[in-house]
């Protein structure tokens, strides 16, 4: 029982660090010409996005690391 909860925090930390990995090699170019304040509002439209993903996989966390 142990080893699943490894396998599924090990997991779910990669999906989250991918995130960043994604924004690095997706929009390095992309972004390389907006100014700071447009990448802002950009980078706050896709976390909205994406926003009640990330919950369930946080409260996921939260749940095993009670246990």
């Known amino acids: ?4 909860h ?6 779910l930390y ?5 995130q960043d990995i994604f924004y690095l090699l997706a929009f390095r170019k992309a972004f390389s010409g907006l100014s700071l304040k447009a990448f802002a509002e950009q980078r706050k439209a896709f ?6 993903r ?3 996989i946080y409260g996921f966390l939260r749940h095993i690391k009670k246990k």
């Open 14 to 18: 990669l999906i989250i660090a991918a």
């Open 54 to 56: 990330l919950k369930m």
């Open 6 to 11: 490894i396998r599924v925090l090990l997991l």
């Open 47 to 52: 976390d909205g996005v994406i926003a009640h």
């Open 1 to 4: 029982m142990i080893l699943y």
